[in-house]
């Protein structure tokens, strides 16, 4: 394996494999040998979008061997991170998360903004060490920001999230309304994933207090639709939870056209969901009007009311 590696968390969305490829495509303009890899298998949407640029699928990987020297993107708590980040060296984190359970053996850079996407703090850099952006590059921390902001209607969109779509939607050459509706559509078809596919498709693992939560996420154009097959998540939840030790799953369908989410909520703490949001669950599902972001409108609720 390379001497240095850059990679997003487990369950990969279109940020983090975008942010990977871009984080890469930087180190090696100003000289350093990098490598992007990935945790899991692309989405839809994700597939779209490399597909649409004509760039390649980061190589898969499992674990990282000791003192493996590693980059993270888009994430930096170890129970979303590969398997033997412990042992390894982190040289680098750029993120737009919470920071969460992380430590160091020996400093190293860090970056986190509270922005919408990684990828726009990956635009910040860019400009900040003078490095022009490729069209693909472009194209691809367009589709990343696209997807992380839900075309720039997500609470979580801040008005340099803005800019930059605009900029490198010129660089790309690209219209980034159509194209970006284009490749949201592209990630609600999900009639060919399995249950137990669709719960871990965009999955993340936090701890609440003392608790294991697992907060699970996918759009779509049609919340009924999805819903037909409520039974089959159930049980992929239930088995999950049953396997893993999770105390709290909450699988979230997200409307990406009506900017709402469905949720299913399972686990011996899903009392903990109910207080959050002053909702009483009904058959497992409660609906959650205008929440369309896990980062800031469920998971900070669900960590306040723990």
Known sequence: MENLIVFGHKSPDTDTICSAIAMSDLQKKLGKEVKAVRLGELNKETKYALDYLGV?????????????????VDHNEFTQSVDNIENAKIKMVVDHHRISDFKTAEPLYYRAEPVGCTCTVLFKLYKENGVQIDKKIAGLMLSAIISDTLLLKSP?????????????????????????????????????????????????????????????????????????????????MQKDIATNGVD???????????????????????????????????????????????????????????
């Open 156 to 236: 979580t969109k801040t008005d340099e999230d803005e800019k930059a779509v605009k900029e490198l939607a010129e660089i790309a050459g690209l219209d980034y309304e159509k194209y970006g509706l284009d490749m949201l559509k592209a990630g609600t078809d999900l009639s060919d994933l399995s249950g137990d596919e669709l719960i871990n498709l965009d999955c993340k693992e936090f701890n609440l207090n003392d608790k294991k939560a697992k907060v699970a996420q996918v759009n779509t154009a049609d919340i009924p639709e999805m819903m037909t097959r409520k039974a089959e998540f159930e049980a992929a």
């Open 248 to 306: 709290l799953f909450v699988f979230a369908i997200t409307d990406i056209i009506n900017s709402n989410s469905e949720v299913i909520v399972l686990g011996n703490s899903a009392p903990i969901f109910e207080k959050a949001f002053g909702k009483t669950l009904e058959d497992n599902t409660a609906f959650l009007p205008g929440v369309v972001s896990r980062k800031k409108q469920i998971l900070p609720v669900l960590q306040e009311n723990a």
């Open 56 to 72: 390649e699928v980061p190589e898969l990987i499992s674990k990282v061997e000791d003192n493996q020297e590693v980059i993270l």
